[in-house]
């Protein structure tokens, strides 16, 4: 049997509508490739306060569940398990976007979102940010 991996991943976006990616720091699986900041759930934890929690973590901001909207979700299986992740949008959050796990971060317009390699389940994910935001 497959373990199910559920992660919880955000596209922020800013005033100019560009979407924050974030490089995988080296040390971690897929190292140097690109994806949407968020994270794992933790046992028992719903998903907006999963990815509020994480991008806290991850770069400092807070974000009110209400500002959390659900776009998309990747299903993809890698070797050892199946990923389920839930993307979703965020424009508004207080505080300044610092890379705080010592990763690489861009803000990039949907329509260069390619041009990063990113691990296999986040590829599907840009076709629906550049329909939202072109």
Known sequence: ???????????????DNRVLIAQRP???TLAGLWE??????????????????ELHEELGITVEEPCLAPLTFASHGYDSFH???PLYIC???????????GQQL???RANKLRDYPMPPADIPLIAHLTDLLL
């Open 1 to 15: 049997m497959i373990k199910l991996t559920l992660v919880v991943a955000c596209a922020l976006i800013d005033a």
């Open 26 to 28: 080296e040390g971690k």
């Open 36 to 53: 949407f900041p968020g994270g794992k759930l933790e046992p028992g934890e719903r998903p907006e306060p999963a990815l509020i929690r």
């Open 83 to 85: 990923l389920l992740m």
């Open 91 to 101: 424009r508004k959050w207080q505080g300044t976007v610092t890379p705080r796990e």
């Open 106 to 108: 861009a803000w990039v």
